[in-house]
T-cell receptor
Framework: NAGVMQNPRHLVRRRGQEARLRCSPM?????VYWYRQLPEEGLKFMVY????????ESGMPKERFSAEFPKEGPSILRIQQVVRGDSAAYFC?????????????FGQGTRLTVV | AQSVTQPDIHITVSEGASLELRCNYS??????LFWYVQSPGQGLQLLLK??????LVQGIKGFEAEFKRSQSSFNLRKPSVHWSDAAEYFC????????????FGKGTKLTVNP
């Protein structure tokens, strides 16, 4: 049973470009969470999704950031018009139905560098 | 506001020595509590978690943690550290029966000297 898969592992974007980060949850998991880790900081919650629904996006910046978890395929975190301050590690976690964040498993993260 | 504090940014111990990493929480009611480990360039691995019941929790890799309500603490311990334990350790909290948002401390980086 593969774990949470994130790709790419490393992503370099120039300022103003778009970044797309993908997360495939563990088999049987229907809840996905995105967290951001800035240098020298702990992880900060961004968004919680179930299939085709955004449940809680209270940690998402108001502009340029969006997330989706379609019926088929991975969850996508999209950052438009990236700026240097978006450089961070972005982690996805998933958990099974009925066991929300108490049983979350994390992926290895995508490290975004904006140049 | 809910918060998790790890007072020590960096700790250095010798291989074979005992280890204690501190974690304090601030919540309206006792949250679920977790310890994760992150090796360089890797994701987070769950070491152990506390939901209720026995206040001494055993985890993987020989780690344990003790929940102390009176001190709002959930410190992580290991009797004898191995060089492979060098990593960053994060404490996290989750309100019981409420939000799904894990709140993380800023982490403690552990260096192990030979």
């Amino acid at each position: 049973n593969a774990g949470v898969m994130q790709n790419p592992r490393h992503l370099v974007r120039r300022r103003g470009q778009e970044a797309r980060l993908r997360c495939s949850p563990m088999k049987g998991h229907s809840h996905v969470y995105w967290y951001r880790q800035l240098p020298e900081e702990g992880l900060k919650f961004m968004v919680y999704l179930q299939k085709e629904n955004i449940i809680d996006e209270s940690g998402m910046p108001k502009e340029r950031f969006s997330a989706e978890f379609p019926k088929e395929g991975p969850s996508i975190l999209r950052i438009q018009q990236v700026v240097r301050g978006d450089s961070a590690a972005y982690f996805c976690a998933s958990s099974p139905p009925g066991r929300v964040n108490t049983e979350a498993f994390f992926g290895q993260g995508t490290r975004l560098t904006v140049v | 506001a809910q918060s998790v504090t790890q007072p020590d940014i960096h700790i250095t111990v010798s291989e074979g020595a005992s280890l204690e990493l501190r974690c304090n929480y601030s919540y309206g009611a006792t949250p679920y509590l977790f310890w994760y480990v992150q090796s360089p360039g890797q994701g987070l691995q769950l070491l152990l978690k506390y939901f209720s019941g026995d206040t001494l929790v055993q985890g993987i890799k020989g780690f344990e943690a003790e929940f102390k309500r009176s001190q709002s603490s959930f410190n992580l311990r290991k009797p004898s550290v191995h060089w492979s334990d060098a990593a960053e350790y994060f404490c996290a909290g989750l309100p019981q029966g409420g939000s799904e948002k894990l709140v993380f401390g800023k982490g403690t980086k552990l260096t192990v000297n030979p």
